[in-house]
């Protein structure tokens, strides 16, 4: 069982940045996939990036790409979300997202194969 809590969330303004970071507990190593999502009121749960257990192979959506940076200690079971250039489409409440995975370098990136969900952290991008 892992357990997940996401915090960093606020409102800044266009062109700003913000770290959001997970903490786990429970089981949560190398051997756990994880993802950032975002939801926008009106919106499907969106797809914003995810790492490998072994921290070393990353994705990225277009709309993100060379914006945000995802990255994780294992040592101290965190997930970090890295988001500069924040821009007002980037609004919305952000979960982290865990899975059990066979091999320590599998990405997931849809939701549906996520177990593990945090409560979210909103993020308000407004001038």
């Known amino acids: 069982q892992v357990q997940l809590v996401e915090s960093g969330g606020g409102l800044v303004q266009p062109g700003d940045s913000l770290r959001l970071t997970c903490a786990a507990s429970?089981?949560?190593?190398?051997?756990?996939?994880m993802g950032w999502f975002r939801e926008a009121p009106g919106k499907e749960r969106e797809f914003v990036a995810a790492?490998?257990?072994?921290?070393?192979?990353?994705r990225y959506p277009d709309s993100v790409k060379g914006r945000f940076t995802i990255s994780r200690d294992n040592a101290k079971k965190t997930l970090s979300l890295q988001m500069d250039s924040l821009d007002v489409e980037d609004t919305g409440v952000y979960y982290c997202?865990?899975?059990?995975?066979?091999?320590?370098?599998?990405?997931?990136?849809?939701?549906?194969?996520?177990?593990?969900w945090g409560q979210g952290t909103q993020v308000t991008v407004s001038s």
């Open positions: 997202a865990a899975k059990f995975t066979s091999s320590t370098r599998v990405l997931v990136t849809e939701a549906s194969r996520y177990s593990y």
């Open positions: 429970g089981r949560n190593d190398s051997h756990y996939g």
């Open positions: 790492i490998t257990g072994s921290g070393d192979i990353t």
